[in-house]
């Protein structure tokens, strides 16, 4: 028998959605999302520091799926090829249930000011793994910030799309987020007109 739960992450991260959902999020305790997901406090400290980092996690994950895919792209791919790559590989992490969540996910973080700013730091530092695996394809540093924040405003409008939209069996995220970086790519030579 595991020491801890099994699923207790995934769990955390549900009772937390449905809480900030009923009552929110300023109003919900670390507490009653630990009795909602069927855990103790000790066990939800075990996965987060404060509830803020709830809607955040697998942060990491994505950073290094992200880079993984770009470092994997051909070596002559373009930096928005490889970014595509990037946003493909990522988005094996990402499934049913975060498809479920994500637009509940998103009226929690529109409802408030501090689950914006961490929404805001954990684009920041999906940016900066992005443009570091540029950088080190030999991608210079403008070229390289300027695709990363395409990838992650991408990945974003790829999200919602995906998760707003119907529910299909192996509907998966990267169509999505790619189709995304392509209208981003039409948009941005519309720019130089």
Not at 107 to 134: F, H, P
Request: aromatic share 4%.
């Amino acid at each position: 028998m595991s020491r801890w739960p099994s699923g207790a992450l995934e769990r955390l991260v549900v009772a937390a959605v449905d809480l900030f959902s009923e009552q929110g999020y300023d109003a919900t305790t670390v507490e009653q999302i630990a009795k909602r997901a069927g855990v103790t406090k000790s066990t939800f400290f075990r996965h987060f520091p404060d509830k803020r980092e709830l809607l955040s996690a697998g942060q990491e994950t994505l950073s290094t799926l992200l880079a993984e895919g770009i470092k994997q792209a051909p070596v002559d791919a373009s930096p928005l090829a490889a970014i595509s790559a990037g946003l493909i590989r990522a988005s094996t992490a990402l499934g049913p249930t975060n498809q479920e969540l994500g637009p509940r996910i998103k009226a929690a973080i529109d409802s408030s000011v501090e689950l914006q700013e961490r929404a805001a730091l954990k684009n920041v530092g999906l940016a900066a793994a992005m443009t570091a695996a540029l950088r080190d394809r030999g991608c210079p540093e403008p070229v390289a910030q300027l695709a990363s924040e395409l990838g992650v405003l991408a990945l974003k409008r790829g999200y919602a799309a995906w998760s707003e939209g119907g529910r299909q069996a192996g509907d998966d995220l990267a169509p999505h987020a790619v189709a995304a970086l392509d209208e981003l790519r039409a948009a941005s030579v519309a720019l130089l007109k």
